[in-house]
C-alpha cells in the first residue's frame, strides 16, 4: 500500500492522490466498447443465432445444449445442497427479505386544497433481469440480493443469466421460486434480456454486477431507444474505504484484503490522522495479502493510506471519495457520513458480513457514485404513479392560477383545456 500525507512537505503530492482517487469515474473500460457493441448489435439483429455463436465462442456452450437451464436442475442442486449451507442461504434470504420489506415505500393521499385529492400508487416493474457472474467463484449471493428485493416488489417475472452457474446458485434460484434461468453470460446475454430473442423473452430492466464487457454492454442497451431497458447501475470493481482513529491494524487489514481479493482493479483505502496507526495497517495489509495473489496485486495497484492533518480533514476526504464500502468507527460517525454505498459500524462489522448476511444489498455503487445514489433496492424495481382528482368547486377555485402560468408560458391550448373543463363545472 501507499502512504500519503496531505500535510507537510509531500502534502501537494498527497493531496493530489486523493484527487485522482475521487475523481475516478465509473469503471468502464472503453477498450472492450467495440466488441461489445459488435456483440450487442449482432444479438439485436440476429437473435437466437447470434447468442448462440457468442455463447459457444466466450463462453464454450455446447451446440445441443438449451439456453434454458430446466427447474428441475434447479431442483436438484437444492435437493443435493450440504444442509449447512442450505442453512445459510435461508438465513441470508430471510434478512435481505426483511431488510426490503422495510424499504417499501407505500400508498398515500393527500388534499392540498379542498376538493383536490393528490397522491401516489406504487407499482413493480413487469419484468426484471438479474445477472449473476460466474468467473472466479461461485456467487449465489448475487442471486439473493439482486432476486428478493424484486419479489417484494412484486415483479411477476424475475429472469436470472449465468454463464455457469455453479450448484449453489441453481440451488439458490429453486429456494427463491424462481423458474426462468438461462445458461448465458457476457454482453451476449445482457443484449438478449435487452432485446429479447427467440429464446429469451426481452426484461424491463437488467439488475446485477458483471466484468467489463457486461458493464459495457448495459451501458449500451440503457442509451438504445429501440431497446426500451433500464440497468441498475455501472458497477465497477469492489472498493473499500475505512475511515478510523482506534481501530486495530490487524481487523483494518483484513477487510482491506478481503474487498481487494475480489479483483486486480479493486481499490482500498484507510483515512486516518494517525500516521503510526497508517503504518501498522499498511504493514499488515502486505502480509495478510501473502499467498492471496489477486488482493496482493490490487494493493500494490490501488491501495492507499492516507494521513489526513485533522479529524475534519479526514472526514471531507472519505466523502470526496464516496466509496462502495465504508467502515467508521462509531455511530456517531455516521453524522457526516453522505457519500457512501453502505456503511459498517465499529470493529465487529467486517464488511463481508454485508456481503452475504446482514440485510442491506451488496450490490452498491462503485467509481464515485455513491454521490448520486445508494445501493440496489427494492425501488429499484418499482415505479411510483402519482395521481390527481379535482371537483368541479376546487377546478373553479384553482383554475384561475393555473390558466395564468400556462399563457405566461405561451401554451394557448393549455389554458384553453383547463376553461373547457372549468365551463361544464
Not at 428441475?72 to 442453512?87: D, Q, Y
Not at 435487452?194 to 429464446?199: D, I, K, L, P, V
Request: charged residues 20%.
Amino acid at each position: 500500500m501507499q502512504i500519503v500525507r496531505t500535510t507537510g512537505i509531500s502534502g501537494r503530492r498527497g493531496r493530489a492522490r486523493v484527487r485522482e482517487l475521487a475523481g475516478r469515474g465509473a469503471a468502464l473500460d472503453n477498450r472492450v466498447l467495440p466488441a461489445a457493441q459488435r456483440i450487442v448489435g449482432a444479438v439485436h439483429t440476429q437473435g437466437d443465432r447470434a447468442l448462440r455463436s457468442w455463447s459457444a465462442k466466450l463462453d464454450g456452450l455446447p451446440a445441443k445444449t438449451p439456453f434454458a437451464i430446466p427447474p428441475e436442475e434447479m431442483s436438484e442442486a437444492l435437493r443435493t445442497l450440504a444442509p449447512a449451507m442450505l442453512g445459510a442461504l435461508e438465513q441470508a434470504a430471510a434478512h435481505i427479505r426483511s431488510f426490503a420489506e422495510r424499504q417499501m415505500p407505500g400508498d398515500w393521499d393527500l388534499e392540498p386544497a379542498p376538493g383536490l385529492l393528490v397522491g401516489q400508487r406504487v407499482r413493480p416493474l413487469d419484468a426484471v433481469g438479474c445477472y449473476v457472474p460466474s468467473g472466479r467463484h461461485p456467487l449465489p449471493s448475487t442471486l439473493l440480493m439482486t432476486a428478493i428485493p424484486a419479489q417484494v416488489a412484486g415483479v411477476r417475472r424475475i429472469v436470472a443469466v449465468s454463464p455457469h452457474p455453479a450448484p449453489e446458485v441453481l440451488a439458490a434460484a429453486a429456494l427463491l421460486g424462481i423458474s426462468e434461468f438461462y445458461r448465458i453470460g457476457g454482453a451476449q446475454a445482457v443484449a438478449a434480456l435487452a432485446f429479447g430473442t427467440e429464446s429469451v423473452p426481452r426484461v424491463d430492466k437488467i439488475v446485477g454486477p458483471g466484468n467489463a464487457y457486461v458493464t459495457a454492454a448495459k451501458r449500451l442497451v440503457a442509451f438504445d431507444a429501440s431497446a426500451g431497458v433500464g440497468i441498475d447501475m455501472l458497477a465497477g470493481p469492489t472498493e473499500i474505504v475505512v475511515t478510523s482513529e482506534t481501530g486495530a491494524p490487524e481487523e483494518i487489514a483484513a477487510d482491506l484484503v478481503a474487498q481487494s481479493e475480489h479483483d486486480p482493479d479493486s481499490v482500498a483505502i484507510f483515512v486516518t490522522t494517525r500516521a503510526e496507526l497508517a503504518r501498522k495497517v499498511a504493514a499488515a495489509a502486505k502480509e495478510q495479502a501473502r499467498g492471496n495473489p489477486i488482493a496482493a496485486l490490487a494493493l500494490d495497484r490501488n491501495g492507499v493510506a492516507i494521513i489526513a492533518g485533522s479529524l475534519e480533514e479526514a472526514h471531507g476526504i472519505t466523502n470526496e471519495l464516496a466509496g462502495e464500502h465504508l467502515t467508521v468507527d462509531t455511530l456517531e460517525d455516521l453524522g457526516w457520513v453522505r457519500n457512501a454505498g453502505s456503511v459498517f459500524v465499529g470493529r465487529w462489522s467486517p464488511q463481508p458480513m454485508g456481503d452475504y448476511l446482514s440485510g442491506p444489498n451488496h450490490t452498491l455503487p462503485t467509481g464515485g457514485q455513491a454521490r448520486l445514489r445508494g445501493g440496489l433496492s427494492v425501488h429499484d424495481y418499482l415505479k411510483i404513479v402519482t395521481v390527481q382528482q379535482y371537483t368541479a368547486e376546487a377546478l373553479a377555485e384553482l383554475a384561475p392560477a393555473a390558466i395564468r402560468i400556462a399563457e405566461a408560458e405561451g401554451l394557448a391550448g393549455h389554458a384553453e383545456a383547463i376553461r373547457a373543463r372549468n365551463r361544464g363545472a
